[in-house]
């Protein structure tokens, strides 16, 4: 199917276990773009990237790592998981081109949901 | 990214139409007004953007006073599905910097 899908979609972990979260994207979309969002912060940027092989970080990066070998594929590792990174993960995708374009929305996966105890 | 200001929240009844106000008095010249909302427990989804001009499209208008300090987001006949979260963004450059966005609630 085309989009963007995410999974797993619901994951529970424990404190200091290795988690990947996964993105897929079947438009070929440059950009792709890890959020989390918390109650009382919104939606937080952590890790976006423009291509292939070329990450950057965000707002909130500490505690993840991404990688981006594949244009279709953008996972999100927590390589020790805390308990503060409990949240809901949505990776979303977007047509490349930097500085202004007149037409440039981002499309939003269905997000995970991740607790860690 | 310049920062916005929006209502935490705002009522709706169906049928009417709802007019989201957004302001974002220190955006810069080349910067673009982006509208997004989320359904609960749902992913955002782009509704608009715009520059200078008016904008309209088959989910909603937008908007922009002359000197581009404000914006209004009109859902011209709001219906319960449209309950979410509105974000109002000015977008700078690759990125999107989400705030807290408007709670619309549309009631019966």
């Known amino acids: 199917d085309a989009g963007i899908t995410q999974s797993p979609r619901y994951k529970i972990t424990e404190t200091g276990r290795q988690v990947t979260l996964m993105c897929h994207q079947t438009?070929?979309?440059?950009?792709m773009f890890w959020y989390r969002q918390d109650l009382g912060h919104g939606l937080r940027l952590i890790y976006y990237s423009a291509a292939a092989d070329i990450t950057d970080k965000g707002e909130v990066p500490d505690g993840y790592v991404v990688s981006r070998s594949k244009t279709e594929n953008f996972p999100l590792t927590l390589e020790s998981a805390t308990r503060s990174q409990t949240s809901v993960y949505f990776c979303?995708?977007?047509?490349?081109?930097?500085?202004?374009?007149?037409?440039?929305?981002?499309?939003f996966g269905p997000g995970t949901r991740l607790t860690v105890l | 990214d310049a920062k916005t200001t929006q209502p935490t929240s705002m009522d709706c009844a169906e049928g009417r139409a709802a007019n989201l106000p957004c302001n974002h008095s220190t955006i810069s010249g080349n910067e673009y007004v982006y509208w997004y909302r989320q359904i609960h427990s749902q992913g955002p989804q782009y509704i608009i953007h715009g520059l200078k001009n008016n904008e309209t499209n088959e989910m909603a208008s937008l908007i922009i006073t002359e000197d581009r300090k404000s914006s209004t987001l009109i859902l011209p006949h709001a219906t319960l599905r449209d309950t979410a979260v509105y974000y109002c963004?000015?977008?700078?450059?690759?990125?999107?910097?989400f705030g807290k966005g408007t709670m619309l609630l549309v009631s019966p």
């Open positions: 963004i000015v977008r700078g450059y690759s990125t999107l910097t």
């Open positions: 438009w070929s979309h440059s950009y």
């Open positions: 979303a995708s977007r047509v490349g081109g930097l500085g202004q374009s007149s037409y440039n929305e981002q499309f």
